[in-house]
C-alpha cells in the first residue's frame, strides 16, 4: 500500500470560478402569483433535425425571487442554483426591463 498526501480544500479562488460556470438564461415572467416565485419562459429557435425547419420552443421555469420585485412581462435574468424546492431550481439575479 502506497501512501499519497491528502488533498488540501478548495481556496476561496476556487469556489469563486466553480460559481462562475453556473448556467444563466434570460426569459420573461409569465406568472408571480406564488410568493418569493416567478415563473419565467425562456424562448428558443431550433432546427428540426430532419425537416431542417426552425421551430420556436419554450421552457418554462421556476425561479426565486426573494423580494417579490418581479411583475408579470419583466425580462429577468435567472441563474442556476441548488434545489430550493421540488421545481425551483433557479434564481433571479437581476431584472433585466420591467415591463411597460
Not at 478548495?10 to 470560478?17: P, Q, S, T, Y
Request: hydrophobic fraction near 35%; proline fraction near 3%; aromatic fraction near 4%.
Amino acid at each position: 500500500m502506497r501512501w499519497t498526501p491528502r488533498r488540501r480544500s478548495k481556496g476561496r479562488e476556487d469556489l469563486a470560478l466553480e460559481r462562475n460556470l453556473r448556467k444563466t438564461r434570460v426569459g420573461k415572467v409569465v406568472s408571480d402569483k406564488m410568493d418569493k416565485t416567478v415563473v419565467v419562459a425562456i424562448a428558443d429557435n431550433v432546427k428540426h433535425p430532419l425537416y431542417k425547419k426552425i421551430i420556436k420552443r419554450t421552457v418554462r421555469l421556476k425561479a426565486h425571487d426573494e423580494n417579490n420585485a418581479c411583475g408579470i412581462g419583466d425580462r429577468v435574468l435567472v441563474m442556476e442554483t441548488r434545489p430550493l424546492s421540488k421545481d425551483k431550481r433557479w434564481r433571479v439575479v437581476e431584472i433585466v426591463e420591467k415591463a411597460k
